[in-house]
């Protein structure tokens, strides 16, 4: 310590400054005050990011263990060659699977219910290598969907609607029609329900029904697949695999990503977390920008000291150093109790929401309103070190001006009265 310059010496000992009178106590519980609002503030904010980085990983997670990384669909509207297509593919060395799909839009009629779906055909013994979907099966089997046999596969909250279970008939309309002598009117099939799927996300546990894929070819009057669907190691670089399959495909082909599919909702996501961010920040800059009140009572109380160290040689450059180096302290020991406890909750949200919940007998998330019934955290470091770098540079430009101020202190009207 004692080798550190006078500058530091000075801004340490003001920031720890005594509590002889009642002026010093105020001013050390104002910078106490301070530095805890700094400290709430980028707690709250890792907490808050890294649980709605949770969230969007747990929805995305779910969306997928149904959707694939990348589709591919040929521009005639069938894929005859899709066996073909999928051996180009696979040259690229980030694709780990591929499976044939046939996708259209249907009505599912059951007594008097009735609901529009998505139907997908499928082929169940390659279905596993682009999605979970047999993994999320809560009744029945999905290798039950032979070819012939018209059997069907669809998810919970759509036999909830629908009022079905495994083993019922339900008929199908698709958009296909035939002539009749009363005009034209859509074609029904009927089909087996033998198996109910629960993937944890409303839009496909309402609206998505699987089949076998040569009945839906059959149904669709299709001479093959509709397209190609594919699995890629890392999902966050979809779009750039995307991108490179295009260029190593031929054919009249149409390859899109998830990203793409779900354009809206992450777009949407990613728009409530910045706002949440500037929100949050604000607090941040509330507590940072308290530091100025805490140095300008500093200053206007040490006049008598900075008026000595100007009469001993000290310049104002050095003068306006020392309050900046006191601001700067409380800042940085703000952000780092703030870093320390944001990223201790963040890690342990898991066992603190739960103590929480049964400490005050409520709980935050019910089974039967939210698919998610705990609080997901995912805990992002590059994160971590730009809110704390928000915070350090906050409170730093806190104390431009209180040190200014203090370097244009004169030592002769400052020792006037004293």
Avoid at 167 to 175: A, E, M, Q, R
Wanted: net charge positive.
């Amino acid at each position: 310590m004692k080798n550190l310059p006078f500058e530091w010496l000075v801004g340490l000992r003001y920031t720890r400054a005594g509590r002889r009178s009642r002026r010093n106590s105020f001013i050390s519980f104002i910078s106490l005050i301070s530095m805890a609002g700094i400290s709430l503030g980028v707690a709250a904010l890792i907490v808050v990011l890294s649980v709605m980085n949770g969230f969007q990983k747990e929805v995305r997670d779910r969306m997928l263990s149904v959707l694939s990384h990348i589709e591919i669909s040929d521009g005639s509207g069938a894929m005859p060659n899709w066996e073909e297509v999928a051996l180009q593919a696979k040259k690229h060395p980030e694709v780990r699977g591929s499976a044939p799909f046939v996708e259209a839009q249907s009505i599912m009629l059951h007594d008097e219910a009735m609901r529009g779906v998505v139907l997908r055909g499928v082929l169940p013994e390659q279905e596993p290598n682009v999605s979970d979907v047999a993994k999320k099966l809560i009744a029945g089997k999905f290798t039950d969907l032979r070819a012939g046999e018209f059997n069907i596969v669809v998810g919970k909250e759509l036999a909830r609607l629908m009022h079905v279970n495994v083993g019922s008939k339900v008929n199908l309309l698709v958009p296909q029609e035939q002539t009749t002598p009363f005009g034209f009117i859509p074609r029904p099939k009927t089909f087996t329900v033998v198996g109910i799927f629960e993937a944890g996300h409303y839009e496909f546990d309402s609206g998505l029904a699987f089949i076998q894929i040569n009945d839906a070819e059959k149904l669709m009057r299709l001479s093959g697949p509709s397209g190609l669907r594919l699995r890629i190691d890392d999902m966050l670089r979809a779009p750039q695999v995307a991108r490179e399959l295009s260029q190593m495909l031929q054919g009249n082909l149409y390859i899109s990503n998830w990203s793409d599919t779900n354009r809206i909702y992450f777009a949407a996501v990613k728009s409530e977390k910045t706002m949440m961010f500037i929100i949050l920040t604000l607090i941040i800059a509330v507590a940072a920008f308290n530091l100025v009140s805490t140095l300008v009572m500093t200053v206007t109380d040490k006049q008598a000291d900075i008026a000595i160290l100007r009469t001993l040689g000290a310049s104002p450059r050095s003068i306006m150093k020392i309050f900046m180096i006191q601001g700067a302290l409380v800042g940085l020991l703000g952000t780092g109790l703030g870093v320390g406890g944001g990223v201790l909750i963040a890690l342990n949200i898991d066992v603190i929401v739960p103590f929480i919940e049964r400490l005050l007998g409520i709980h935050f998330l019910a089974k039967e309103i939210y698919v998610i019934s705990s609080l997901p955290s995912d805990l992002h470091w590059s994160d971590v070190g730009f809110i704390g770098g928000v915070a350090v540079v906050l409170a730093f430009l806190a104390t431009i001006y209180p040190s200014w101020r203090a370097a244009r202190v004169k030592p002769a009207e400052a020792l006037r009265y004293e």
